[in-house]
T-cell receptor, first 113, second 116 residues
């Protein structure tokens, strides 16, 4: 099955710093999504980004589908950015319809004041 | 627009009992997915329902089962509970199988199941 590798596994930042999180897939995926899981376990959609670049405030993401990787950029980090960041993708089948998501192991981010 | 809603928030059971978890998808979504997040095991796909049928299943034993109702809400049932079933169970929904384009999955807040 598809393997999803995320790096770095842990990251400690000072408030205001920038960071880049990476997600590598062992095979082509569709439905690539980035999530933020807060300390209460809520999984929050950040981006749906099968390809290209998107921006939302201080966050942006880029997916290079042909090279099977995606990047999440966090600029001017805040303490509320702390938590675990997951990327996930779906196997390419069913003619492009939605299917299961395979998650990476996550990046644990701690932003210190 | 209401998001994906799950109930109960917390559930405490003992070994051998049965647990029932419930999920209501976003209005207009016909696909419902269940995921398990156990400590140290990450987020793992459990089940996918669309239009009332089970479409795909993860690598879990048969005592994990579920169903989808005509209003597209879903139940996850776990029989003969074991200690290792303690986990956060997340439900997600999306537009369904027969849509022409891929659609993102949207997650509920989860049910935290604890087995004593």
């Amino acid at each position: 099955g598809i393997q999803v590798e995320q790096s770095p596994p842990d990251l400690i930042l000072q408030e205001g710093a920038n960071s880049t999180l990476r997600c590598n897939f062992s095979d082509s995926v569709n439905n690539l999504q980035w999530f933020h899981q807060n300390p209460w376990g809520q999984l929050i959609n950040l981006f749906y980004i099968p390809s290209g670049t998107k921006q939302n405030g201080r966050l942006s993401a880029t997916t290079v589908a042909t090279e099977r990787y995606s990047l999440l950029y966090i600029s001017s980090s805040q303490t509320t950015d702390s938590g675990v960041y997951f990327c996930a993708g779906g196997p390419v089948n069913y003619g492009g319809a939605t299917n299961k998501l395979i998650f990476g192991t996550g990046t644990l981010l701690a932003v210190q004041p | 627009e209401a998001g994906v809603t799950q109930s109960p928030t917390h559930l405490i059971k003992t070994r051998g009992q049965q647990a029932t978890l419930r999920c209501s998808p976003i209005s207009g979504h016909t696909s419902v997915y269940w995921y398990q997040q156990a400590l140290g095991l990450g987020l793992q796909f459990l089940l996918w329902y669309d239009e009332g049928e089970e479409r795909n299943r993860g690598n879990f034993p048969p005592r994990f089962s579920g169903r989808q109702f005509p209003n597209y809400s879903s139940e996850l049932n776990v029989n003969a509970l074991e200690l290792e079933d303690s986990a956060l169970y997340l439900c997600a929904s999306s537009s369904g199988l027969y849509r022409l384009s891929n659609q993102p999955q949207h997650f509920g807040d989860g049910t935290r199941l604890s087995i004593l």
